[in-house]
């Protein structure tokens, strides 16, 4: 409440008396009323933690699901300052090694190229698949000795395309450390006068990368936000889901083996007896692993994970686009009422939460850091991305990939089954669908831009950090209101024929 012209002004609702009246408010449902600006843009922060030991420089994180995250959205999210959390719909190998993947690099790109023997023949221009080179190892394989390349520009001239590949690639004379960051890369094409060249890993000779000047200028052209997610020794911070099993504690082995940096118990209702299992496993094996449990929406979750002894909390149960939980069960939560609620008590023990669900835009994002979320989880915000798994194709003129609630019949089968606690049941119920996301490009380029629609969103509040959000919030300074239907209409585009929407 504040003071003006001799009386009391008391406009909005402190967060408190809005989410105490019975209601189950999603983000759309509730609009902050702006606060005193006294700083530029420039100067929000927006560090965070993402569990108690582990910080990042953005407070994003990619979903663990099998359409959003594998070892390229693990290495998009850590360079620019947030963090990817490989799923678990997969064997332990096969998670293990999408782990060393991302682990292995320190460029901000899985390089996507195709690999041939010195013995093969190259019988099209479809044989470079979406790259314009054509890697030429010893056997065919990664792990060979590198030989040499061929360029497509090259092979589309030569005059007789009917010998071997050995025939006419080029050598390479030079290779670099897998190790080597974007910068070290640079100078080292710049030194040598090369215009491309295979990073190798140190451990076993293997080929991670190849890198061009082609890849330099486009990483230089893209927006620059925070500082990379790196541990002590260089290598990118991943994440990785595990599930409740007893088969579960053999996948959490290759996961620590592979350098993991903070594992989160992927539930769908996380208050279990499983779960609460889990952790006290975890911790008692892993004492120095950070343990992220969820998902929660109640205090009362929330409460008893924390005394478990989790790192972090992963918030939000059936409010996903592709999650029909709340439909079929009839069991959740509005995910504003549920970030406020669990954020409440969580604060006290001093534990991050992570939003999980229903961001769609980066109001969305403002609005679950403001309410207390330290960090927002995104599935749909980033599927269809360059670096979601999956290959695009053409649908209804769109082009897009397929995005799968790991709640999904056909997720299911694959094994995510075990998340609903349905691992066991005869009758397997569905609480997902199978869909499609539009083309976005790629995380690199369009995240930065809507970081910055949330500093703005930030300094239209007054705060110029998530903790200076947080305080406010709790301070009762922050005032909000629930929005009418006709609000919502209101304070989105209307009243126009046709119009296109572009946030950059």
Request: aromatic share 8%; proline share 3%.
């Amino acid at each position: 409440m504040a003071e003006a012209a001799g009386f009391a002004i008391d406009d909005g609702f402190p967060a408190e008396k809005l989410f105490n009246q019975g209601y189950s408010y999603t983000y759309d449902d509730v609009i902050f009323l702006p606060h005193f600006i006294d700083f530029p843009t420039e100067s929000v922060q927006l560090a965070t933690k993402l569990s108690r030991k582990i910080s990042l420089s953005l407070p994003c994180v990619s979903s663990p699901m099998d359409t959003v995250t594998e070892s390229s959205m693990a290495v998009a999210m850590a360079s620019l300052g947030g963090i990817g959390i490989l799923h678990s719909n997969n064997s332990p190998s096969d998670q293990f090694s999408l782990l060393c993947s991302a682990k292995s690099r320190r460029i901000p790109f899985v390089s996507d190229f195709e690999i041939t023997s010195s013995s093969d023949f190259i019988d099209s221009e479809s044989d470079f698949g979406s790259s314009s080179v054509i890697l030429v190892t010893e056997n065919g394989s990664r792990k060979s000795r590198v030989l040499g390349y061929v360029l497509k520009s090259d092979w589309a001239n030569l005059k007789n395309r009917d010998g071997r590949v050995g025939d006419y690639m080029s050598k390479f004379e030079f290779s670099v450390p897998s190790s080597y960051d974007m910068e070290q890369i640079v100078g080292f094409l710049s030194g040598k006068g090369v215009q491309l060249v295979p990073t190798v890993s140190e451990s076993d000779g293997k080929v991670v990368d190849l890198v061009t000047m082609e890849d330099v200028e486009r990483i230089r052209r893209l927006p620059k936000m925070g500082l990379p997610s790196v541990g002590p020794k260089g290598e990118f911070l991943v994440g990785a889901a595990i599930g409740t099993r007893e088969s579960d504690k053999e996948r959490l082995e290759y996961l620590v083996k592979g350098g993991v940096d903070a594992v989160v118990l992927d539930s769908s209702q996380g208050n279990s007896i499983y779960q609460l299992d889990m952790i006290k496993h975890i911790k008692k094996t892993y004492p120095e692993l950070d343990v992220i449990g969820g998902n929660v929406v109640t205090m009362y979750q929330a409460q008893n994970l924390i005394h478990a002894g989790v790192d972090g909390l992963r918030v939000g149960m059936g409010s996903g686009s592709i999650c029909t939980t709340q439909e079929v069960c009839a069991v959740g939560r509005g995910q504003a009422t549920a970030v406020y609620k669990v954020a409440s008590i969580a604060s006290q023990s001093g534990i991050p939460i992570i939003a999980d669900g229903g961001i769609s835009n980066s109001g969305h994002i403002v609005k679950a850091l403001m309410l207390g979320a330290s960090t927002v989880m995104m599935g749909s915000f980033l599927a269809g991305s360059n670096e979601a798994p999956g290959a695009y194709e053409i649908q209804n003129g769109r082009r897009v990939k397929k995005y799968r609630g790991m709640g999904s019949l056909e997720a299911m089968t694959k094994g995510s089954d075990a998340r609903y606690l349905g691992d066991a049941a005869k009758l397997k119920i569905a609480q997902g669908v199978v869909g499609a996301a539009a083309d976005k490009g790629s995380v690199l380029h369009f995240l930065p831009y809507a970081m910055q629609a949330v500093k703005q969103g930030l300094q239209d509040l007054g705060a110029s950090s998530l903790q200076s959000a947080h305080d406010l919030l709790r301070s009762r300074v922050l005032r909000l209101e629930a929005r009418t239907g006709a609000a919502q209409v209101e304070g989105g585009v209307h009243g126009l024929v046709a119009y296109e929407k572009k946030y950059f």
